[in-house]
């Protein structure tokens, strides 16, 4: 039974990252003044399907100059490290139970910029490498303000388990007493899933299309399924700590697609970021926050074992 609920549920991601896709390019559609796609199927429904059939079939290129079994390993790679993070998701029946899902959540995030080195560097491209520079850079700066901030949650939870911000958060959310922090969290994820304003590694006014520039057709697909489920998942993140954990009730997964729709919503709002004031707001702006917040959830923590437990 773990092996086929594994498999369900890495299938229903696939399935929604494709309806992202669709709903992403629906609201900056709306956005722009124009529909988006609505010829394939009802309403464009179909559309999802239709881009991968299409990028899937699409004859495959290589570079002469790549490093070609790496070249072609790298994307399945990534696609791995995004979906092998889904386990995180908070199973009572039929899957792992993570005492330490916080240590989890970290190890395997923290794997995802070998796939973005490999990536550019593999390719023995001048704009692929820049685009992967870039994009480790920042990916590293702002992992650790994300730790940060998780590492404070967990600390007022006095557990490593996700299942336990259900029954934390029971009487309130923690965005109502941390929206700062929630709004650092939110800027993070932005920054760690490469979305704008801070898409750096895919800079089309400089790079063109950054460390994943030489890929097309099946290799660009894999690339472009990997990001999506990881934004997916740091909504769920985003819900499961500051909104409730309710993770069994239907408004849960509502709540899941308002964040989706946060991160469309910022890209068709928001220029693109410059480089340095990217670094100077990881390392001078949300690393002191965190490292504040992290004292204070201490004595918040402190106040309810003296009000509880003396």
Not at 2 to 20: A, P
Not at 46 to 54: M, N, T, Y
Not at 64 to 93: H, M, T, V
């Amino acid at each position: 039974m773990y092996y086929i609920t594994c498999l369900i549920m890495l299938s229903l991601v696939m399935v929604s990252v494709g309806f992202f896709t669709l709903l992403e390019r629906k609201i900056m559609g709306y956005m722009h003044i124009r529909k988006g796609p609505n010829s394939v199927g009802y309403l464009g429904l179909l559309q999802p399907f239709s881009d991968g059939a299409k990028l899937f079939i699409s004859e495959q290129f290589f570079p002469k100059d790549s490093n070609f079994l790496i070249y072609y390993i790298c994307p399945i790679l990534g696609l791995i490290q995004s979906l092998f993070i889904w386990l995180l998701f908070p199973y009572y029946f039929n899957s792992i139970n993570f005492t330490f899902g916080f240590l989890f959540f970290l190890c395997v995030s923290s794997l995802g910029v070998y796939s973005l080195i490999i990536c550019g560097w593999s390719s023995n491209s001048i704009y692929s490498m820049l685009g992967c520079i870039r994009s480790l850079s920042q990916a590293i700066s702002y992992e650790v303000s994300l730790s940060l901030i998780l590492l404070g949650f967990f600390l007022l939870c006095d557990s490593y388990n996700l299942v336990n911000f259900n029954l934390v958060q029971d009487m309130s959310w923690f965005i109502f007493f941390s929206l700062p922090i929630f709004l650092c969290w939110f800027s993070c994820s932005l920054a760690e899933t490469n979305r704008s304003p801070f898409d750096f590694s895919e800079g089309e006014s400089e790079l063109v299309s950054g460390f994943n520039i030489e890929y097309g057709s099946g290799g660009f697909a894999l690339l472009f399924i990997s990001e999506y489920a990881s934004i997916i998942f740091m909504s769920l993140m985003t819900c499961l700590i500051f909104m409730g954990g309710d993770y069994y009730s239907f408004f849960f997964f509502l709540k899941i697609i308002i964040m989706c729709y946060f991160f469309v919503w910022v890209r068709c709002s928001l220029p693109r970021y410059r480089y340095d004031k990217l670094m100077y707001l990881a390392w001078k702006c949300y690393l002191p926050l965190s490292l504040s917040y992290i004292f204070y959830f201490l004595l918040l923590s402190l106040m309810f074992y003296y009000h509880f437990f003396l």
